[in-house]
């Protein structure tokens, strides 16, 4: 028998939110090759809600607490439980004036963790799979399209965003996640009808803005809409492309094909 | 902006299976009062299911690795970590010849950590919400079945355990978690139909055989059985009942009502 700290361990930094940090580790269980518990791979998360701070409303300017430095330091704790690849359960983190704090932070303590980006990782994913590809649709919350962070990443695989307007991404999508009264982060357990409504609402405006595929570039938005596609149009769920690459960057024998 | 180790931590020994310890995660979230991320507890889950042994085999004798000593040195972890309450999720490490030996090493070493007994807390929550019941149905695996966990701990709350006969038990439950080719732990999205109907069928079986409430008393079955009764008759979802055991013990008015 092994012991607690031999195999390569997965890092996750969980609570942002909570149930998108949980949702992305059954994915990695899911993505295994697996037939018992053993089989499976070493996943340590790491959920403190109460200590990161929101990042669309930090992006948006409405407070000035940066979620990098509390991401930062969960990553060390990760690091020193033996991890090896960490993911950030959460798109917003990935905007610059956020992600770049934190990988400048980790290079600076000399930090040897693999620090996956959800963000390439789906650009990359969505080339591979499907190659003629040039439009891709992006629901995400404000906060993230207004830092352009899909933008710029798809920019260099040859992809080209196709946002909603703000305004309708704000009452469709944004609102969906975080509206105390019917968004995910408020009510998962079902999800809210209303969110369901919005978001199946802003797939079709999306693929009628020309999308060929269609990200879902909120952790909390795989939650409402579990298909893998809408009418054909192909949907990208983005929490379990960051499980497979962290499978991929510890144990690539152990993806499923 | 508080610190990452500020608030009281629940700690989740997962991996035992892996899916059972994410799901224990979720329900902790539903069953906290939140309306944004900031009210969500802190959680750190650790799961490294490569390094605990099979619990129902060690307890059937088929291999001679106490599954307690990787689980006491997660625990451990855990507390090095700030958590105040832990739970483990899985039913079958709750057997006396494996918890036993969990607890003596926590005190051996003057561990300061709540560890809560889901098979305690479960009897606990049947006696409390149904106040006259008195025959209780039990599902679960051989191993926890053969220890008489269940048996022990509901006598001491007036409560007699209904158990299927030892083959059917086998062929309907044990066989529906473990097989290779239908369980659960093999494959769990989704989980195989064959699963599914012989829990349906150990139900129907073990409500015949008298039970007034049924509890799924292994980590894997509510992702099989999600419902809340079959046919009016209560099914007790335990993991359920650990997650709302972890929040009354570190910050009980969060508790959903």
């Known amino acids: ?69 509390p991401i930062r330091d969960v990553i060390g704790q990760l690091e020193a439980l033996g991890c090896r690849a960490v993911g950030v359960a959460c798109h917003t983190a990935h905007a610059p004036a956020i992600w770049d704090v934190i990988t400048a932070g980790l290079a600076q303590r000399g930090s040897g963790v ?23 649709g992006v629901l995400t919350t404000l906060g993230t399209q207004r830092a352009g962070v899909y933008m710029a990443a798809f920019a260099e695989y040859g992809l080209t965003v196709v946002e909603l307007p703000e305004a309708v991404q704000a009452e469709l999508v944004h609102a969906s996640v975080y509206d105390p009264e019917f968004g995910i982060k408020a009510h998962a357990n079902p999800v809210s009808e209303g969110a369901v409504r919005n978001l199946r609402l802003a797939v079709k405006q999306v693929r009628a803005a020309g999308a060929q595929v269609i990200v879902l570039a909120c952790t909390e938005l795989p939650l409402a809409l579990p298909d893998t596609d809408v009418g054909g149009t192909p949907l990208v769920d983005a929490t379990r492309v960051l499980a497979r690459a962290l499978i991929r960057a510890v144990a690539p024998e152990r993806l499923r094909g």
Not at 26 to 36: D, G, H
Not at 115 to 132: Q, S
């Open 114 to 136: 693999t620090l996956l980006n959800m963000v390439v990782e789906t650009a990359r994913h969505v080339r591979a799979t499907w190659p003629t590809v040039s439009r891709v």
């Open 1 to 69: 028998v092994p012991g607690v700290a031999t195999a390569p361990l997965i890092g996750i930094v969980g609570g942002l939110g909570p149930l998108a940090g949980f949702d992305l580790a059954r994915k990695i269980c899911e993505e295994t090759i697996a037939t018992r518990d053993q089989d499976h791979l070493p996943v340590a998360l790491l959920s403190y809600p109460h200590a990161v701070p929101d990042r669309s409303s930090y992006l948006l300017g409405e407070h000035d607490h940066n979620p990098a430095l």
